[in-house]
T-cell receptor, first 113, second 116 residues
Framework: NAGVMQNPRHLVRRRGQEARLRCSPMKGHSHVYWYRQLPEEGLKFMVYLQKENIIDESGMPKERFSAEFPKEGPSILRIQQVVRGDSAAYFC???????????FGSGTRLTVV | TQLLEQSPQFLSIQEGENLTVYCNSSSVFSSLQWYRQEPGEGPVLLVTVVTGGEVKKLKRLTFQFGDARKDSSLHITAAQPGDTGLYLCAGPSSGAGGTSYGKLTFGQGTILTVHP
């Protein structure tokens, strides 16, 4: 099964720690997207990446959040100095072309205690 | 800022009933997508509608894109408990720089519960 793989599925961090979320896109997909889902806000776009390039990061908070999609390996969403408000489900999606044929992963549920 | 508003927010029905979920916007979208999400999982793409007035059928599900490409609907015939889930509509975001096909705007979702 070559679906979008996200790990870990669940992540617990104490306030002030760093969280690293990983996403391996489907085979043949070179476009990766990160979304955040909060119960009261729905799915919100964070960032769109291609290999070694950030295409659109207009949804990323200005501080503490960063994303990369290196030439080799998975895409990483990094949250530094986590706060309770960062608790959410983070979903990665990939597609073969920009904006069409999205396949989502099962998500990483981040809990900040 | 483009917004997609879904209604109803919650829908609880008995097996065998028909239902319609609406997705409305004041903005024109080049296309709209419908997803279904189950608890603990990511959204799964059901369909993409592209042409104004387009109707697509997926077994008991019928999707329609409004003529003006500002709205869409999902109709389920003879709902089954397996249809239970969160239904989301989404479309490519547009701004001053044009359409960003990599950035989707999602509606808030409709939580459907089908009772046996």
């Amino acid at each position: 099964n070559a679906g979008v793989m996200q790990n870990p599925r669940h992540l617990v961090r104490r306030r002030g720690q760093e969280a690293r979320l990983r996403c391996s896109p489907m085979k043949g997909h070179s476009h990766v997207y990160w979304y955040r889902q909060l119960p009261e806000e729905g799915l919100k776009f964070m960032v769109y990446l291609q290999k070694e390039n950030i295409i659109d990061e207009s949804g990323m908070p200005k501080e503490r959040f960063s994303a990369e999609f290196p030439k080799e390996g998975p895409s990483i969403l990094r949250i530094q100095q986590v706060v309770r408000g960062d608790s959410a489900a983070y979903f990665c999606a990939s597609s073969p072309v920009g904006g069409y044929g999205y396949t989502f992963g099962s998500g990483t549920r981040l809990t900040v205690v | 800022t483009q917004l997609l508003e879904q209604s109803p927010q919650f829908l609880s029905i008995q097996e065998g009933e028909n239902l319609t979920v609406y997705c409305n916007s004041s903005s024109v979208f080049s296309s709209l997508q419908w997803y279904r999400q189950e608890p603990g999982e990511g959204p799964v793409l059901l369909v993409t509608v592209v042409t104004g007035g387009e109707v697509k059928k997926l077994k008991r599900l019928t999707f329609q894109f409004g003529d003006a490409r500002k709205d869409s609907s999902l109709h389920i015939t003879a709902a089954q408990p397996g249809d239970t889930g969160l239904y989301l509509c989404a479309g490519p975001s547009s701004g001053a720089g044009g359409t960003s096909y990599g950035k989707l705007t999602f509606g808030q979702g409709t939580i459907l519960t089908v009772h046996p």
